[in-house]
């Protein structure tokens, strides 16, 4: 019913950057907070970043100053612009999103298939 659909991830070495893509498609009446969340190996998936239709964020500390989030809500995409990368950030990057299909219910957690991010030291 609804696809989250990531792009942009790849190799890079430590100090460069990437920018992940999120586009979700569907039926969608409007989404509310996006996110994206990473997933190393052995460890829980742990958020990386959010943001609500307003455009309020909220980062993990290790990657503040680092990271942006943004979104398109015309489009219904979130990004996530990654600078300074450290061989530390290497994860599954997974996009989520809290989709309204009604206007009269409460919004449901969809997500993405995950992106491989990886920095070489």
């Known amino acids: 019913q609804v696809q989250l659909v990531e792009s942009g991830g790849g190799l890079v070495q430590a100090g460069g950057s990437l920018r992940l893509s999120c586009a979700a498609s569907?039926?969608?009446?409007?989404?509310?907070?996006m996110g994206w969340y990473r997933q190393a190996p052995g460890k829980r998936r742990n958020v990386v970043a959010t943001i609500t239709t307003f455009g309020s964020t909220n980062y993990a500390d290790s990657v503040k100053g680092r990271f942006t989030i943004s979104r398109d809500n015309a489009k219904n995409t979130v990004f996530l612009q990654m600078n300074s990368l450290q061989p530390e950030d290497t994860a599954v990057y997974y996009c989520n999103a809290d989709v309204f299909l009604t206007w009269t219910t409460p919004p449901s957690t969809y997500w993405g298939q995950g992106t491989q991010v990886t920095v070489s030291a």
């Open positions: 569907g039926s969608i009446v409007s989404i509310n907070t």
